[in-house]
Antibody
Framework: EVQLVESGGGLVQPGGSLRLSCAASGFTFSSYAMHWVRQAPGKGLEYVSAISSNGGSTYYANSVKGRFTISRDNSKNTLYLQMGSLRAEDMAVYYC?????????????????WGQGTMVTVSS | DIQMTQSPSSLSASVGDRVTITCRASQSISSYLNWYQQKPGKAPKLLIYAASSLQSGVPSRFSGSGSGTDFTLTISSLQPEDFATYYCQQSYSTPRSFGQGTKLEIK
């Protein structure tokens, strides 16, 4: 079964750090770019970060740039999000997602597989 | 960054109704538009990619159309399991921004 399973969420104090993991199974993890998307309680989806299939290229939303680091270990089929200097506004469910590709006249992409999410609570 | 705006933000409808949700991009994104469905406490689920292509396993009552800046998601005959929140997302450029969501509720 193709799946993504996040872990590592929890309660952390403002200014603290946390590392999220996303374990992939059922597909060739090293062939896919991966993304992190978060959702604050009662709010919409916010795009957070991306990493290319080989880890050579990364992207961060302005809201997390300089505080979060995305990485991957293709030998362990695992995606990571190292979060530092956490703020109240970082409190959210964090989802990892696979970036699927469809080849036609153009190359289209979409997030076809999502993890179940892991909750990060930032509070003193 | 490309901004995505959905309308309406919420919508009440009945089982069997035909429903349309609109998504507008702040610049042309060709057909690089995806639609997702999210139910409470669950991860989003991909419904439509490339503006009009139905993801495998998604019922044919869902359809998408549009190109450039204006897009629509249509549900031809609402079923009880369709009451959820729907998001559009552009895949033209990074960041892959989402619309703010449309909550579809039972009338």
């Amino acid at each position: 079964e193709v799946q993504l399973v996040e872990s590592g969420g929890g309660l952390v104090q403002p200014g603290g750090s946390l590392r999220l993991s996303c374990a992939a199974s059922g597909f060739t993890f090293s062939s896919y770019a991966m993304h992190w998307v978060r959702q604050a309680p009662g709010k919409g989806l916010e795009y957070v970060s991306a990493i290319s299939s080989n880890g050579g290229s990364t992207y961060y939303a302005n809201s997390v740039k300089g505080r979060f680091t995305i990485s991957r270990d293709n030998s362990k089929n695992t995606l990571y999000l190292q979060m530092g200097s956490l703020r109240a506004e970082d409190m959210a469910v964090y989802y990892c997602a696979r970036d699927a590709l469809w080849f036609g006249e153009l190359l289209f992409t979409a997030f076809d597989i999502w993890g179940q999410g892991t909750m990060v609570t930032v509070s003193s | 960054d490309i901004q995505m705006t959905q309308s309406p933000s919420s919508l009440s409808a009945s089982v069997g109704d035909r429903v349309t949700i609109t998504c507008r991009a702040s610049q042309s994104i060709s057909s690089y538009l995806n639609w997702y469905q999210q139910k409470p406490g669950k991860a989003p689920k991909l419904l439509i990619y490339a503006a009009s292509s139905l993801q495998s396993g998604v019922p044919s009552r869902f359809s998408g159309s549009g190109s450039g800046t204006d897009f629509t998601l249509t549900i031809s005959s609402l079923q009880p399991e369709d009451f959820a929140t729907y998001y559009c997302q552009q895949s033209y450029s990074t960041p892959r921004s989402f619309g703010q969501g449309t909550k579809l509720e039972i009338k």
